[in-house]
């Protein structure tokens, strides 16, 4: 892993909000409520004893998400909803492994979201709690990516490489933002941490196949283009929309 220059997380992590709206981690305690954290949004509806269900936070999002976007069936929908997600949790951590050279202890105990809320997906960090980077990979793919991943499969027929292909390609895209906002901003040196971080992380089994390693496109398709008026992504593995 790269040798990096630690730099304390401050309460706020403000060094992450001028990056951008995906890089944004709010922390203390939410002014609307008790939001669910996301330990308890991967887990399983259940019934108690009187056979009252607890809310389906997932699910919730997924037809939430669906409407937004009028996706023809909620696969669909839960593929956007995971992109959208991974794109949040890699840009805080990565952000904040090159800022200051450690990342934020994302247990989803302690990460609370805003599943009715709009996009990039409302997160709050009820203690700040340093790690090292080298633990980026568990606190992101053990931590949330693999039990995001689980829950949505339990629900809907989406394609477990489609869901790490959504991985690969949202951390690509918080490179490349956080590249370009190094650059622009006197901050070289952070963006080629953010590089040699990420390069590390697609050598994971599960991250290393999905994304072409010469073009960066994808080698799996997040169906986005099946959203009316939604076309191709920028880095789809399709060069027209297939008819389907």
Wanted: glycine share 8%; aromatic share 6%; proline share 9%.
């Amino acid at each position: 892993m790269v040798l990096l220059l630690l730099v304390d997380l401050d309460p706020q992590l403000a060094a992450l909000g001028p990056i951008g709206g995906f890089f944004v981690l709010r922390t203390g305690v939410p002014p609307r409520g008790s939001l669910p954290t996301l330990a308890r949004a991967y887990t399983e509806p259940r019934t108690d004893a009187r056979k009252e269900v607890y809310t389906d936070f997932v699910t919730f999002r997924i037809q939430r998400v669906t409407e937004s976007i009028r996706a023809p069936e909620p696969r669909i929908a839960a593929s956007v909803a995971h992109q959208a997600l991974a794109a949040r949790l890699w840009s805080i951590a990565l952000g904040a492994a090159a800022l200051y050279g450690q990342v934020p202890d994302l247990d989803p105990r302690l990460l609370r979201w805003d599943p009715a809320g709009g996009a990039p997906d409302d997160l709050w960090l009820s203690e700040v709690r340093p790690l090292p980077v080298e633990a980026i990979g568990e606190v992101v793919l053990a931590g949330h990516l693999e039990p995001l991943a689980a829950a949505l499969r339990a629900r809907h027929r989406v394609a477990e490489g489609l869901l790490w292909g959504n991985a690969g390609s949202a951390l690509a895209a918080a490179v490349r933002q956080l590249d370009r906002w190094a650059r622009a901003n006197g901050r070289p040196e952070a963006g080629d941490r953010a590089r040699t971080i990420a390069a590390e992380l697609f050598a994971h089994p599960d991250l290393s196949a999905t994304l072409d390693p010469v073009t960066l496109r994808r080698r799996s398709c997040c169906l986005y283009y099946r959203v009316p008026g939604g076309g191709l992504c920028g880095d789809c593995c399709f060069t027209r929309p297939p008819e389907h």
